[in-house]
């Protein structure tokens, strides 16, 4: 899997657009871009994923650069319960193998 | 819809101990992953199985085994328990074929003291 790089942390304002982003300019061609989250200690959960197409679904949407180098992670409108860790994840979609979590970003959404 | 679950979620245990943490996949999902998280840190896999067979393998200790049984539960088994397994520990699961997401279950905290 490839390697990605998010910044530790970044904070919202309640009802505010988050944008999260994260590099992976060693992505290969058949990766990708998966996003998961961890609200404090409960099991992490799915987001989205996307290979090169701007994706969306009912909770975020995903942007990726034409070059595929980097990507962000958007939640149009952060509430206080979006307060969690938000992990990039870059891998084959079809791969049964293992997740594996870099440092992610704590995102906290402040009042 | 139904979820992945674990028990027990909560468990105390001695250094030098035993302890065996359980978890029920979603119907239909063949493949069941552990995964380990020690305090301030991120999710490590631990082991794997697809079919009741083990499909990879991480940073387990050897005192650690796991297995899948028919039904596809699977149960992680933790012997000469030590302070520093103290940790939550997660299951996912996953079908094959149909969903590339993992859906994870709520965790077991182990504390061994």
């Known amino acids: 899997d490839a390697k990605t790089t998010q910044p530790p942390s970044m904070d919202c304002a309640e009802g505010r657009a988050a944008n999260l982003p994260c590099n992976h300019s060693?992505?290969?061609?058949?990766?990708?871009v998966y996003w998961y989250r961890q609200i404090h200690s409960q099991g992490p959960q799915y987001i989205i994923h996307?290979?090169?197409n701007n994706e969306t679904n009912e909770m975020a949407s995903l942007i990726i650069t034409e070059d595929r180098k980097s990507s962000t992670l958007i939640l149009p409108h952060a509430t206080l319960r979006d307060t969690a860790v938000y992990y990039c994840?870059?891998?084959?979609?079809?791969?049964?193998?293992?997740?594996?979590f870099g440092s992610g970003t704590q995102l906290t959404v402040l009042p | 819809a139904a979820g992945v679950i674990q028990s027990p979620r909560h468990l105390i245990k001695e250094k030098r101990e035993t302890a065996t943490l359980k978890c029920y996949p979603i119907?239909?999902?063949?493949?069941v992953y552990w995964y380990q998280q020690g305090p301030g840190q991120d999710p490590q896999f631990l082991i794997s199985f697809y079919e009741k067979m083990q499909s990879d393998k991480g940073s387990i200790p050897d005192r650690f085994s796991a297995q899948q049984f028919s039904d596809y539960h699977s149960e992680l088994n933790m012997s000469s328990l030590e302070l520093g397994d103290s940790a939550l520990y997660f299951c996912?699961?996953?079908?094959?074929?149909?969903?590339?997401?993992?859906?994870f279950g709520p965790g077991t905290r182990l504390t061994v003291t």
């Open positions: 996307g290979l090169k």
């Open positions: 994840i870059v891998r084959v979609s079809s791969s049964a193998r293992q997740l594996t």
């Open positions: 996912a699961s996953r079908e094959t074929g149909l969903s590339y997401e993992q859906y």
């Open positions: 060693t992505i290969s061609g058949n990766e990708y």
């Open positions: 119907p239909r999902h063949d493949t």
